[in-house]
């Protein structure tokens, strides 16, 4: 076993990382002089409010065999953390062994690959985003929309015990931190904007971007009692809708349809902002987790209810009106995409249907085109297909009855 431990020594001398195996001493210089050491960063992040200055974590160490005991030592002036340590000089340990892969030819041609690789950078340039200001970070993005929620709905995901007391400093605390990580998030999206545009990366214009995304930061966290308002309709419009429904709780908390609303009315007010890229950002987020795809473009009215939800697709120029209800798999799509002269793309028009107040649309349905218009009340039968048409109020519209065969089977 391994024991990598990095101390300070109270004569003053430099630190010093101490890495034990067995009956073999190796101590090295903090940074290590003329040696080859590899650090590996160990995610002790969970464990970051155990309460004890020395904690251990085990992890499997590449290049050599066994497993590797690191603790981490926290000082109060300097809060650094060592963890896995590995050094050419140490034995190798025989517990627990790994067959290794020995070739050296085949890992000889490791260099020339990567040559290749970094080659089609050149060659490639649409796929890669080298040589320009760095674009929002996804991790970053993700748990601006984690917080979010958590304001959203207090007391259901992260933080327990949170009452009337106290929940106006945690959620001041939140809203704090929203405000520089929503800062930095949306300047280096605005600033994707104009690096689309051609203009060139500097500091004089990251501090124009940072002062325009400090203002629209505020007024999108202005708008977040607001956003709780519709979706408490959007809570009640689904309990209401759905009989397997015990409690708004069991919505809160289980219902991907909800997911999916929650954070596509967060995208949808960046969008209005004119925040580019964060918005699309957190609906593919919301997408990949719950299958359900919602443009932060479309605009949606309050009690608005997903049942079930896989294969929901909601376009860009989609406009819904109040109390719809979608099953899983319906699509509202476009049919065809106008061009002009040159057979480019015309962006900006209205492909997707409008969805009147009151509307049913069971599972499977497709609804496409920009000149559909649902009915306020009426009722979409399941697999059904609707194009460019003008649905009258209160109409219910379904498919034949599929005639069936039977035969006695071979």
Known sequence: ????????????????????????????????????????RAGLNDVAQAGSSRRTATFPLSGSRGRVEARRFESASRRTAWTDLLHPALPQVSESPIVMATDLSLRARIPQLTDRIVASYHDIGSINHLGHCPLPNSRKVIEIAEH????????????????FDNVVYYVGDLVDA?????????????????????????????????????????????????????????VEAAHDGDPASKAYDEIIFCYPGLEAITIYRLAHELHLLGVPLIPRMLGEWAHGRTGIDIHPGATIGPSFFIDHGTGVVVGETCHIAANVKLYQGVTLGAVSFPRDADGN?????KRHPTIEEGV???????????????GANSVIGA???IMNKQIAPNTMVTVDKPSLRFREAS
Do not use: W
């Open 1 to 40: 076993m391994l024991t990598a431990t990095r101390e300070r020594r109270r004569s003053g001398g430099r630190p010093f990382i101490e890495i034990r195996h067995a009956k073999h001493c190796l101590p090295l210089p903090d940074p290590p002089a003329g040696q080859q050491l590899r650090l590996y």
């Open 148 to 163: 979010l929620k958590e304001i959203l709905f207090p007391g259901y995901r992260q933080r327990e015990n949170l009452n």
């Open 178 to 234: 929203l405000h520089d990580s929503l800062t930095e998030q949306i300047s280096r999206a605005l600033r994707y904007g104009a690096d689309v545009l051609g203009e060139p990366c500097d500091k004089d214009r990251m501090a124009d971007f940072e002062m325009v995304a400090q203002e629209k930061a505020i007024q999108f966290l202005e708008t977040l009692p607001d956003i709780r308002s519709t979706l408490a309709s959007d």
């Open 345 to 349: 793309i015309i962006r900006g028009e």
């Open 360 to 374: 049913v649309i069971y599972s499977n349905a497709t609804v496409l085109g920009g000149e559909t218009v649902i």
């Open 383 to 385: 697999s059904v297909s």
